[in-house]
């Protein structure tokens, strides 16, 4: 239960900076001519804020893979690296609100940020992980049947499975 918890919040984080990336890619074109149109501003300040809006866009959609990685595979990643993501994010999140007023931004980053923060609570242990495999182990393992005989009558050799014809398999 806990690592699904777990799995849950990390997607829902993932989610949520794959649809903030998405939302930044879009409106890069109305950023580019919003700059653009601003004819007293040099060309050096003009230029850093088209590379920091894809930056930043860029920056959400490779945290978002690595959401997606850590839900997957839930120790690969170590935990603090997790919660320092989260608090970049939360971070982020207060920084964009108080010089933008972005609700969607703000909104799409709080909401990152706290699933990764609860995520990182519910960090599995190795033992949690073992656990799942096992139990993922048993749930696709069939356990083989065994012919019966009949009340005084043998099993059929037909009924044995014979050898695949083909050495390679």
Known sequence: MKITLYRYSMLIAAFAL???AIFYFITYAGAVAAVGNSVDMSPFYRNSIQGLWLTFASQSLLFALL???VASKPRSVSREVIVICGLLQLVASILIFY?????LAVYLLGFAAL???IGSVLW???EDVNAAKIR?????????SQ???LSGTAASPSASVAPP?????
């Open 99 to 103: 010089f933008t007023r972005s609700t």
């Open 115 to 117: 699933f990764v923060l």
């Open 147 to 149: 012919p019966t005989a």
């Open 18 to 20: 794959l649809a903030l």
């Open 136 to 144: 993922a182990a048993q749930a696709v393992t069939v356990a083989p």
């Open 165 to 169: 014809s083909d050495p390679a398999l």
């Open 124 to 126: 599995p242990t190795v």
């Open 67 to 69: 959401y997606f990685l």
